[in-house]
């Protein structure tokens, strides 16, 4: 008995232990990632200029980052403006694998015929002949299915990061206007507020760290700046540097624009807020109906009718 008690204490031990520590093993892990994530940016630029340096120096014609990565994975040949768009649909939802938009087209050619495939299979199997129309449809379903469903895939990962990157940008821009009147420079606060919110949102730390290492690494902030917009494909994102660019081209105030860009985010996430709010009532009506109501009657008939029928 007492060996089960110590058993059970040290077990209950270890179980507090956890808890207390996976927190901290989280947060870490959230910073190794971003890390890392940055540092293989840092490299693929400086090897993008150390090879346009390269070829500038031998007199060839300087190819930009588009055009290097059209050649070296051929996506933008064979798919041309289709497969521009996959491939910003890829990075919105975070997948920067640059063979990912030739996989994305394999993947919505491949998955009809697998899923008609498989259809045609069980519809085998059945016992029960099916008519030719329904057999149609069954496997007219399996095709559209099979085609559609990587989009949804990835439409669902980009609302994610979406509402992730909305949801955290308000604060991040408050930390950005604090740095920013503080003296720091545009490239250093990015790469601040990177890191302070890392821990709470991984995607728009990884966002803001490449922001970061572009505008270091790039000579001009403004393609920096799209292409950011361009990755992260919000509304937020696209008004940051929307702002930024009009403020460095007409010469306006940043921190203006940041705190201005702060005030209306954040009215747009309270709005938010209010509309699920004012939604949820309505959501909950058929729930209350289905699963509340039948037992409060219950509750509240049950014992009237318990002691009708112990009185007859």
Same mark, same amino acid.
């Given at each position: 008995?007492?060996?089960?008690?110590?058993?059970?204490?040290?077990?209950?031990?270890?179980?507090?232990?956890?808890?207390?520590? $996976?927190?901290?093993?989280?947060?870490? *892990?959230?910073?190794?990632?971003?890390?890392?994530?940055?540092? &293989?940016?840092?490299?693929?630029?400086?090897?993008?200029?150390?090879?346009?340096?390269? #070829? !500038?120096?031998?007199?060839? &014609?300087?190819?930009?980052?588009? *055009?290097? %990565?059209?050649?070296?994975? &051929?996506?933008?040949?064979?798919?041309?403006?289709? @497969?521009?768009?996959?491939?910003?649909?890829?990075?919105?939802?975070?997948?920067?694998?640059?063979?990912?938009?030739?996989?994305?087209? =394999?993947?919505?050619? %491949?998955?009809?015929?697998?899923?008609?495939?498989?259809?045609?299979?069980?519809?085998?199997?059945? +016992?029960?002949?099916?008519?030719?129309?329904?057999?149609?449809?069954?496997?007219?379903?399996?095709?559209? %299915?099979?085609?559609?469903?990587?989009?949804?895939? =990835?439409?669902?990962? =980009?609302?994610?990061?979406? #509402?992730?990157?909305?949801?955290?940008?308000?604060?991040?821009?408050?930390?950005?206007?604090?740095?920013?009147?503080?003296?720091?420079?545009?490239?250093?606060?990015?790469?601040? =507020?990177? +890191?302070? %919110?890392?821990?709470?949102?991984?995607?728009?730390a990884e966002e803001l760290g490449i $922001?970061?290492?572009?505008?270091?690494?790039?000579?001009? !902030? !403004?393609?920096?700046? #799209?292409?950011?917009?361009?990755?992260?494909?919000? @509304?937020?994102?696209?008004?940051?540097?929307?702002?930024?660019?009009?403020?460095?081209?007409?010469?306006?105030?940043?921190?203006?624009?940041?705190?201005?860009?702060? +005030?209306?985010?954040?009215?747009?996430?309270?709005?938010?807020?209010?509309q699920k709010a004012a939604a949820l009532?309505?959501?909950?009506?058929?729930?209350?109906?289905?699963?509340?109501?039948?037992? $409060?009657?219950?509750?509240?008939?049950?014992?009237?009718? $318990?002691?009708?029928?112990?009185? !007859?």
């Open positions: 008995m007492d060996t089960i008690i110590v058993l059970l204490s040290a077990l209950a031990a270890a179980g507090s232990f956890m808890a207390f520590a $996976l927190p901290f093993l989280n947060r870490e *892990e959230k910073k190794e990632r971003y890390r890392s994530v940055i540092e &293989k940016k840092r490299k693929a630029l400086f090897e993008q200029s150390k090879q346009q340096m390269a #070829q !500038r120096g031998k007199g060839e &014609k300087q190819l930009s980052a588009r *055009e290097s %990565v059209a050649m070296s994975f &051929k996506v933008q040949e064979m798919l041309g403006e289709l @497969g521009e768009k996959v491939r910003d649909q890829m990075l919105q939802a975070g997948i920067r694998n640059p063979s990912a938009p030739l996989k994305f087209m =394999i993947a919505r050619i %491949v998955l009809p015929f697998f899923f008609v495939g498989t259809a045609m299979f069980f519809i085998s199997q059945m +016992e029960k002949d099916l008519s030719n129309t329904v057999t149609l449809a069954i496997i007219a379903g399996a095709a559209f %299915v099979g085609y559609k469903l990587p989009g949804l895939i =990835i439409k669902n990962q =980009i609302q994610k990061r979406s #509402q992730e990157i909305n949801l955290t940008f308000p604060d991040a821009l408050d930390m950005m206007l604090i740095c920013v009147q503080g003296g720091i420079g545009l490239e250093q606060t990015v790469d601040r =507020i990177a +890191e302070e %919110v890392a821990e709470h949102s991984p995607t728009l $922001l970061s290492a572009e505008m270091a690494m790039l000579n001009d !902030r !403004r393609t920096a700046l #799209q292409d950011f917009a361009r990755r992260v494909g919000s @509304g937020a994102a696209k008004s940051f540097a929307t702002a930024l660019i009009q403020a460095e081209q007409y010469g306006t105030s940043v921190s203006q624009a940041l705190r201005v860009m702060s +005030e209306d985010l954040r009215d747009q996430r309270m709005a938010a807020a209010e009532p309505p959501k909950l009506t058929v729930p209350m109906i289905a699963f509340f109501l039948p037992v $409060l009657f219950v509750v509240i008939l049950g014992p009237t009718i $318990l002691q009708f029928l112990q009185t !007859r």
